[in-house]
């Protein structure tokens, strides 16, 4: 199947996420001149060296809108009831996504890894998860194989039978992967991280699933290595997005 | 399965959309009224017998804000792989949707109806559809029901094991149902309109898929009744969304 | 001038805003009944009654959404450097503004009132401010009176001129009023709410100027009558926008 | 005053726009890569040698979204009156402002250019201009400099009694100039063009003040250099935004 990224017409199964910086326009100086305009006027840029104090009390007293000049292109690999939950996200996002309209989907699809919870405990709104017991992992990997592997034959017998891409992906199950472009600001970047990564630390702590907390890790690493005042500002005001 | 608004527990095999109007606060003279803000002040309320005329030039050359005033709640029900494409309209759209991390999904599964064409002829970016054969309908209605009912016999196996519904959920295919709340207005209703319907006479036709352009055109029936002085500019217009 | 809701030609002074409630689309059940599509499925309404506690829960929790379904519309009065601000509020808000190119602008200019606080004290960020003196006062006053009316009758002899409206306001002074349609959702309202009033109890106070928050004071009266559980919890819970 | 980018201390009247580009992060390829994940899936980076069809293909059928991952960051000055205007776009752009409450404004104000017509003729909504008389001319500017000089000398005389900043802005009038940053991406800007360009050929004509349109030519300078297919598909296929 040449052109397709992934895969030579074989199953795959994957555990892990793939989130690549395709490009940033992005520094904390850019927050910093910004916010400088309000208060200065004029375009004259900020030295990255005295930022450290104004991203801090923009991040502390919520003022948001300095961030939004900093953006970053990232593509994403991560299964369909990932990308589900990460589509959500309109303000300050845009996204392409592969489309199983126009492309026939590749044979790759999520298994949770060893090390992956699969018991929830607690109650509504929020829900602890405990390591499963060796039957429940091997039944719950055992059972997304076997489906995965009879629905993507079945998606390929009905594309052989002529039927249109659109019809035939409709037996897919949500976890086959799909991929996307998302380009954001520092700003929707941090109230995407603030609701998709658990920490005890957070003013108000959020309950994610397990698999879009991995892409998200991955995006917040981004943030640290590009804006690093600006992710320590973040980590030091409880994670609220300003 | 008590407070489940869908099923008892067995395979429900449905080939058609729900779209329920909860509630709107929309009328033509919502348009007119704010549109004479711009041109009079004031907050007198228009008489709708006066507006077509300023409806029409609003709606021709594109002023678009005076229809973000009129907005409407629908309830929806449709296939994972509708809800997908729905859900990429960000602009004027809120959504509350059914959790397959909160609740236990119910076993309701789209098939296509048999008038719902099955191939796919032309080229990238303008596709035709036509009826399948008999073979190609036989086929892909025998294929998505053994593949629902497997998927989510396997769903419930891992429930009763004890793996949390966000884990088991990942062997269900995208053809199961999901509801959700969608409150829109009129402009992005028009805008949803303009992409998900296909109509000859549009200045820029669209091409949906057949799914969610069932869903669009019985929220078009409700902005027909709701605001038909409104529909009928963005017909007369070219279905162009202000 | 006939048509216009201000003023009979004559200069026009005012030191209140004008907050008219259009109409609504707006209760606490609108927002559990979207709440519960999520845990609930189905598009059940739920009753009032037994919401406060799910209200409480979400804004305390931050899921925003589900406050997205309740709809304001309101018809505003206020100076043109108070729509500045108000403008700045982009998400989850429309706009309709009086237009000084299209229409004749009316001689209503804002003076402050004699208990609005003229001296600021502090630092940046975090502004007080104390009464004036009786000179600061009847300088204040005496000067905008004095530049409004100068301005307007200069603005006049440009129209009789045969200058256009639209660069004949060029002279006219940002304390002139303006009148605007402003439709938002509950959630966008508790968001500008947030940043447009001061109240000691807010985890994240903001220090905005008195003018807007005369403003925001008078729509934040119409969602406490509309919306009486949200509005409690959204002050219960540190005036944090969910 | 030492810090302020425009002025030393003297009254200054200009009758032009500073549109600057800060930083970009925007080229053809971006759009072509980005629509690309849709067909192909995978990261792969196209070349800009063969995107020109693509490029068009997604103008002309108004797939808008590939056109969002390349973004542009503006330094803008320009009145007051169109920083109005231009604060009416709200999806895809950011802004940061100069602020009245925060610095003292500095004295440079707006006088029309002798070849900016003054004259409006034909009816709203789709108004003409004309030159004006060298009656009208002399009477505009004469008295725009009048009152832009009385105005600040009053301001500063408040600063001088020590009146708060916010409070003694409230004289000048709406031809002072303000700045600010913008950031926008290819899609919000091309329909920021569309709106606020006047060309004769576009679909959709618009009937933009002739001072933002000032704005807006400079930035469509910088579209034209930065994305040169993408400039060229807009204007080739009726300068709608996609």
Redesign the interface.
């Known amino acids: 199947m040449p052109?397709?990224?992934?895969h030579g017409g074989k199953m795959e199964f994957r555990s892990d996420m793939t989130v690549?910086l395709?490009?940033?326009?992005a520094d904390d100086a850019?927050v910093a001149?910004?916010?400088r305009?309000?208060?200065?006027?004029?375009?004259?840029r900020v030295q990255e060296s005295s930022t450290t104090g104004l991203i801090n009390?923009l991040m502390r007293?919520?003022h948001g809108?300095?961030f939004?000049?900093a953006?970053f292109?990232f593509?994403v690999e991560c299964?369909?009831?990932v990308?589900?939950e990460f589509?959500?996200h309109?303000?300050g996002?845009?996204?392409?996504?592969?489309?199983?309209?126009?492309?026939e989907l590749?044979p790759v699809f999520?298994v949770?890894a060893d090390d992956?919870?699969?018991?929830?405990v607690g109650k509504?709104?929020a829900?602890q998860?405990e390591l499963?017991t060796y039957?429940?992992y091997m039944?719950?990997s055992g059972?997304?194989r076997?489906?995965s592997r009879?629905?993507y034959e079945?998606y390929k017998?009905?594309l052989d039978?002529?039927?249109?891409?659109?019809?035939?992906?409709?037996?897919?199950?949500?976890?086959i992967y799909t991929?996307?472009?998302a380009?954001c600001?520092a700003r929707s970047l941090m109230h995407f991280l603030s609701?998709r990564t658990y920490d005890e630390t957070s003013?108000?702590p959020s309950f994610p699933?397990r698999e879009i907390e991995m892409v998200a890790e991955k995006m917040e690493d981004h943030l640290h290595f590009q804006m690093p005042q600006t992710w320590l500002a973040f980590q030091n005001n409880g994670r609220v997005a300003p």
Chains 1, 2, 3, 4 share one sequence.
């Not at 395709?22 to 326009?25: L, Y």
């Open positions: 052109g397709s990224p992934f690549e395709i490009k940033q326009s850019d001149s910004s916010a305009v309000s208060t200065l006027g004029g375009a004259a009390f007293d919520r809108s300095p939004e000049h953006t292109t593509y299964p369909v009831f990308a589900r589509f959500r309109r303000a996002w845009s996204y392409n996504e592969e489309s199983g309209r126009y492309k590749a999520y949770p992956r919870p699969l018991r929830q509504p709104g829900y998860f499963g039957k429940q039944t719950v059972d997304l076997r489906i009879e629905a079945t017998r009905l039978l002529e039927v249109a891409r659109e019809v035939s992906r409709m037996v897919l199950p949500v976890n991929s996307f472009y380009t600001n609701l003013k108000f699933q």
